[in-house]
Structure formats: C-alpha cells, structure tokens
C-alpha cells in the first residue's frame, strides 16, 4: 500500500488486499508445490498499520467494519460473476461455510464469523440488488463482527477477520481472472478509479 499520510480510506485498504491476495494467489499457482513464494509479511504490515491508525484515531470499530463490508461485498460479487446465480452463491456458501465451521476448531476462529457476514451481503443482494440495504443490513453485519471483537485485542481480530476475507476474495478474483496477473492488474485498476 502507498504511504498514506491522511487516515486510510476503508474501500482503499480492501481493494489493496483483494489485489495483493489475488496477486499471491496467481503467483502461487505459476510456482511448482515444492517452490511456493513466501508468505506476504508487507501486506499484513500495511494493514496492521492501517487498523493502528484507525485504533490511535478512535475510529477502529467503524472503519474496520467498513473495511470488512468491503471485503465482503466484493467476495460476494466475484461468487456471483463466477458462480452465475444467486441459488449458486447461496449452495457455494452453505458448502464452504460447513467447511470452515469443521476445520476451524480453535479457540477463536474468524472464519464462523465471516460466514456469517457473508451471508448477510449474499442476502442483502439477493433482496435488494439495486443498492445498500440500510439499517437492518448493518446491524446483520455489524452483530456478529463487533461481538468476534475482544477488549484488548481488537486490532488483532480485526485483522484476522481482514485476512480471511481477503483471502478468500482474492482467490476468487485470482480463479476468475484464470490466475493471470495481468488480468487480475487491469481488473483492480478499473475498480481504483
């Protein structure tokens, strides 16, 4: 991420990782398995630094909840655009929500709470596609992520939930561009302006 003397936007953080993630995503599919390129320890130090600012800001609950909107908006968009149908999106999410809900078994998992969330954007556009859903469709989102975080800890559960998000939009934005980096670059360039 560029450095950003003024507060970073929320939608300019999430469309960062969507990109850096699909681009790690293409990367790792160019390597053979025995040659994967190494974890991106810049892009988690972008955002940590981005959730300090808004935590030194008093500002951490809002802009992360916009941030994770944004993860989840666009996640649900490149389902849909892969996926063909709502009742696709719908069955995609029922199948890797039981997954993740099966192999996320630690103390204080992210990926429930994601699924949760995303079912709630994936819901809010199946009823109102032609815009944002108000008030009812933040407190769908807003319950269940600001109940995931934890006095003293915000700024880490915050970024898990970030990470998990953009994980999994960027692996469907990397599987829909067929993992061209080229594809994935002029795609973001279009959403950035």
Same mark, same amino acid.
């Given at each position: 991420?560029?450095?950003?003397?003024? @507060?970073?936007?929320?939608? %300019? !953080?999430?469309?960062?990782?969507? &990109?850096?993630?699909?681009?790690?995503? $293409?990367?790792?599919? =160019?390597? &053979?398995?025995?040659?994967?390129?190494?974890?991106?320890?810049?892009?988690?130090?972008?955002?940590?630094? $981005? #959730?300090?600012?808004?935590? =030194?800001?008093?500002?951490?609950?809002?802009?992360?909840? #916009?941030?994770?909107?944004?993860?989840? %908006?666009?996640?649900?968009?490149? #389902?849909?655009? /892969?996926?063909?149908?709502?009742?696709?999106?719908?069955?995609?999410?029922?199948?890797?929500?039981?997954?993740?809900? @099966?192999?996320?078994?630690?103390?204080?998992? $992210?990926?429930?709470?994601?699924?949760?969330?995303?079912?709630? !954007?994936?819901?809010?556009?199946?009823?109102?596609?032609?815009?944002?859903?108000?008030?009812?469709? !933040?407190? /769908?989102?807003?319950?269940?992520? #600001?109940?995931?975080? &934890?006095?003293?800890?915000?700024?880490?559960?915050?970024?898990? !939930?970030a990470l998990t998000f953009a994980l999994w939009a960027g692996s469907q934005l990397a599987?829909?561009?067929?993992?061209?980096?080229?594809?994935?670059?002029?795609?973001?360039? =279009?959403?950035?302006?």
């Open positions: 991420m560029p450095e950003i003397t003024a @507060r970073p936007e929320p939608r %300019t !953080v999430a469309l960062f990782l969507i &990109r850096q993630t699909a681009l790690d995503e $293409a990367a790792r599919h =160019a390597q &053979r398995p025995d040659n994967q390129p190494a974890p991106n320890w810049e892009m988690h130090h972008d955002l940590t630094a $981005a #959730l300090g600012d808004w935590h =030194a800001r008093g500002t951490l609950r809002e802009d992360s909840l #916009l941030l994770t909107e944004w993860l989840a %908006t666009e996640l649900c968009a490149f #389902l849909l655009h /892969r996926l063909g149908t709502q009742t696709q999106v719908e069955r995609w999410l029922r199948d890797f929500g039981d997954e993740v809900c @099966r192999t996320q078994q630690h103390a204080h998992p $992210a990926g429930p709470t994601a699924i949760e969330i995303l079912s709630a !954007v994936t819901g809010n556009a199946a009823d109102r596609p032609e815009g944002p859903g108000g008030a009812e469709h !933040v407190v /769908r989102i807003a319950t269940p992520y #600001l109940h995931y975080l &934890r006095a003293d800890h915000e700024v880490e559960d915050a970024r898990e !939930v599987a829909l561009m067929h993992n061209d980096p080229d594809r994935i670059t002029a795609c973001m360039d =279009a959403r950035d302006s």
